[in-house]
């Protein structure tokens, strides 16, 4: 995989996701297929006080699946704004757009769920380069850095407003 491919159009550094660089999509696999000989789902009916299995294996599904290559290599979502604006002005990222930053709907989503670190990663970008910037990321993933210890857990609810689903800091 070439190194560019996880530079993240709005400033994620794919390298950093679980869903690109972790063991968990398999062990997803392995853990569903366990259950399902097993016949997990009739043993756990009577432990619903743990919770619902079938929620459970929703996740457990949506995990075994999660796996990308990252932005430039199609992965991450298929309707992503900033990936199609890029794209369209023949750009590798936001940070070599005249307009950075813009009011994009996604780019606020994106920010808003990263705590301004993808604004900063571009910031940085345009301060000192894709390569410099790709290594400094190399070595903070390295250092044990993943997006888990920046992220928030937010949505759309109705209406399609933002919602913070985790207790702010």
Request: glycine content about 10%.
């Amino acid at each position: 995989m070439q190194r560019d491919q996880l530079i993240g159009c709005c400033g994620i550094y794919c390298g950093a996701c679980p869903f690109y660089r972790s063991e968990i999509p398999e062990l997803a696999r392995l853990l569903r297929d366990a259950l399902k000989r097993e016949k997990f789902d009739k043993i756990a009916v009577p432990f619903e006080w743990v919770g619902s299995y079938r929620d459970f294996k929703k996740w457990l599904i949506f995990l075994s699946r999660a796996k990308c290559n990252g932005c430039k290599a199609g992965g991450g979502n298929p309707f992503c704004t900033i990936r199609k604006c890029c794209s369209k002005k023949g750009i590798k990222s936001c940070a070599e757009c005249e307009e950075f930053p813009c009011d994009k709907k996604m780019l606020r989503w994106l920010s808003e769920r990263y705590r301004g670190w993808n604004v900063k990663n571009l910031e940085r970008i345009r301060s000192i380069g894709y390569e410099k910037w790709l290594e400094e990321m190399e070595n903070k993933v390295e250092e044990g850095f993943v997006t888990g210890d920046i992220i928030r857990g937010i949505g759309y609810g109705k209406g399609r407003e933002l919602q913070d689903h985790k207790k702010s800091d």
